[in-house]
């Protein structure tokens, strides 16, 4: 269910709290403070002087933890601020206690000095990162501003007068020449042109406009010079709906939570259970009369118990898995998204650019009786062949590939919304909408009218050669992959901006039943918002900016990469591929993932539990401090080739 932030700040960890510049500063100390302790022990300084540096440790350093941990437990959490506290506090006092006292506690070695602060140290690491990561799935979006058009040409008493574009108001007429972006909302009163749309529905074709067709601010006006009236100020306009729902709605992610913290709500409990539990065999086979000092055994079980390893069980997986990912050109920003994309119940798609590639391709070539393809697609690329548009785009790769030398024209000229009327040679030529040849007085095909996709009819002095069709072509791997989400029981749905008879098109081809089309940029954030307001988790994939408020208000968001996705840093998964089969691969990188990180937590308890026992049983042989140090190191080696599997993705 979406929460509130004040509400999901409560559940999160008093930890994820802190800056992570307070744990910063604090690491580097406490590394100085752990060398310091190192090199007393390695040169036998006093026991007094090496309990000095690891009281100002915890008086310095490991202060912000223990704050963290009394804050977890008077909320009712076990975290891994508190482990670390708990754990840390039994080794400092056992060692304290046996520098002090002149009858030893009973324990296996004189001090854990070392351990404890190594244990602070890297506690304070691990800290930092999460709260980095925190950090930056919350970061404030600072490069949206780019997107706002700055300026307008106001008229004035058939004059023009440059002004700020939040200086227009409702009611001005507004002159916007070719290759500018519209400062407001408006409706076009004077001119006909195409308009690029894209930044706010997505749709990568631009749209006829003609008098009394609605504009947006922000969308980029392609073909002639047109006169617009506001009727809504830049503050007011669509494109600033967007902007403002991004900066002022933070990501309604689930609460935060790291593994550490997953993992210590049961591993505390446990150590707690077995260090009572070994002194109250203790006391049971020797007698309680030296309860006090048989309270060393207590004290080493669960300072010793928490293994140093214990820090890098997901973060060893996690980088080696970031490494594994970029062979399969992904970039994953966010490792938590693996799994509420495993618990998601509605994956949602969008089409242009998502399920498709977002460029336009030559789909279909049908000439005329008695014309040939060659000629006819030759005849088309010559009177497009100086346009610039995702039509021309498509005529001029595809005449390309097949080769096609077009010929010199004389002049040509570009109507928005309708075509193209260019002259070669002694040839008129007519490259456009099927309705705009018709108004020529040229006849064209009757199967035009059965055409699913974007048509083009081509005719040349007057005689009609024939048509070709243009469509966005679906990503290899896009059915499997619809059919691999369905097989995990998870609902699909398309939802995009463009019209039903794109949008359906694409749904058959891909298996989806379920779509939505024409939806704007807020809308699919309101769709996806509802769902989780039902209780559900919702995964967004999608591509371009009008997807960006809906990748934000998901569980998790994947885009797919372009030279326009500006806001990579804001979403968790980049799909650098052509394919759709990367987003199989989540699937397989967090089953391994979860495999491995749990393995890594049985190895760092078992082998670090297995490490104590054999201390305990050595008793009343000390050993000093290089033994437990190198044993628990020695677990953190295993952790670390245990993980190495995670680069090797099959």
């Known amino acids: 269910m979406v929460q509130s932030s004040a509400s999901s700040s409560l559940q999160e960890p ?21 060398v310091l302790v190192l090199f007393s022990l390695t040169f036998r300084h006093s026991s007094v002087g090496i309990f ?15 704050r963290c941990a009394g804050k977890d437990i008077w909320e009712g959490r076990c975290t891994f601020a508190v482990l670390v506290t708990v754990c840390a506090g039994a080794g400092f006092v056992y060692s304290s206690l046996n520098t002090f006292l002149t009858t030893k506690l009973y324990g296996p ?3 854990l000095f070392l351990y404890t602060a190594l244990l602070i140290t890297l506690a304070l690491w691990a800290e930092r990162r999460l709260s980095r990561e925190k950090e930056k ?8 501003d780019d997107f706002l058009p700055k300026s307008g040409r106001l008229c004035v008493d058939r004059r023009f007068r440059k002004v700020f574009a939040n200086e227009l108001q409702k009611g001005d007429l507004i002159y916007v020449k070719p290759g500018e972006r519209l400062p407001a909302d408006g409706i076009l009163r004077k001119g006909k042109t195409s308009i690029d749309e894209q930044l706010i529905t997505g749709n990568m074709l631009p749209t006829s406009k003609t008098v009394g067709s609605r504009v947006y601010a922000g969308t980029l006006n392609k073909s002639a010079d047109v006169y617009i ?10 494109l600033m709906s967007v902007m403002n729902a991004i900066k002022q709605g933070e990501r309604h992610r689930s609460t935060f939570k790291s593994v550490l913290d997953s993992f210590s709500s049961w591993l505390l409990p446990l150590l707690l259970l077995a260090a009572g539990g070994t002194y109250a065999l203790w006391l049971h086979a020797y007698g309680t009369a030296h309860w006090f000092t048989y309270l060393g055994v207590f ?4 300072g010793f118990a928490c293994p140093v390893a214990f820090v890098f069980v997901a973060i060893f997986p996690f980088f080696f898995t970031r490494s594994g990912a970029r062979r399969l050109k992904i970039k994953i920003q966010n490792m938590y998204v693996l799994e509420e994309l495993f618990r998601a119940d509605t994956v949602f798609f969008d089409k242009t650019g998502t399920l498709t590639y977002g460029e336009l391709r030559v789909s279909g070539l049908y000439p005329a009786p008695d014309v040939t393809e060659k000629a006819l697609l030759e005849t088309i690329a010559t009177a497009e062949q100086l346009v610039d548009g995702p039509f021309a785009d498509a005529i001029n790769l595809c005449a390309k590939e097949h080769k096609i030398r077009t010929k010199r024209l004389l002049c040509f000229d570009v ?9 070669c040679g002694g040839d008129k030529i007519l490259a456009g909408r099927t309705q705009w040849l018709e108004e020529r007085g040229i006849a064209t095909s009757a199967k035009i009218a059965t055409a699913a996709e974007a048509v083009v009819c081509v005719a040349r002095n007057d005689k009609f050669l024939g048509y070709l069709t243009l469509s966005d072509e679906l990503r ?6 619809i059919d691999l989400l369905k097989s995990l029981g998870k609902d699909v749905v398309l939802v995009s901006g463009d019209n039903e008879t794109s949008v359906s098109v694409m749904a058959r081809a891909a298996g989806i039943e379920k779509m939505n089309f024409n939806v704007l940029p807020k809308t699919k954030a309101e769709i996806i918002s509802n769902l989780r307001a039902l209780g559900k988790r919702v995964v967004m994939v999608g591509d371009g900016f009008n997807d960006i408020i809906a990748l934000l208000r998901a569980d998790g968001g994947v885009v797919f990469a372009s030279g326009r996705n500006v806001y990579n840093n804001w979403v968790d998964v980049i799909v650098k591929g052509r394919d759709l089969f990367p987003v199989a691969h989540l699937f397989t990188l967090n089953k391994k993932l979860r495999r491995v990180v749990l393995s890594n937590a049985l190895l760092a308890f078992l082998l670090n539990g297995m490490l104590a026992a054999w201390l305990l049983w050595r008793i009343p042989q000390q050993a000093g401090w290089v033994l437990p140090v190198g044993g628990a190191l020695a677990v953190v080696l295993v952790i670390f080739l245990n993980s190495i599997r995670m680069i090797k993705i099959k």
């Open 476 to 481: 290899p791997g896009a059915k499997e992959m």
């Open 14 to 34: 008093a930890a994820l709290s802190v800056p992570s510049k307070a744990y910063t500063y604090r690491f580097f100390l406490s590394a100085c403070f752990l």
């Open 52 to 66: 000095i540096l690891c009281l100002m440790d915890w008086l310095f350093c490991a202060d912000v933890l223990v």
């Open 137 to 144: 799935a919350r970061v404030f979006i600072k490069k949206l």
């Open 299 to 302: 004290l080493f079980i669960l």
């Open 415 to 423: 109507l928005p919304g309708l075509g193209v009327e260019a002259t």
């Open 229 to 238: 009236e506001v009727t809504d100020v830049l503050a007011d306009s669509a």
């Open 109 to 111: 070695v004189p001090d």
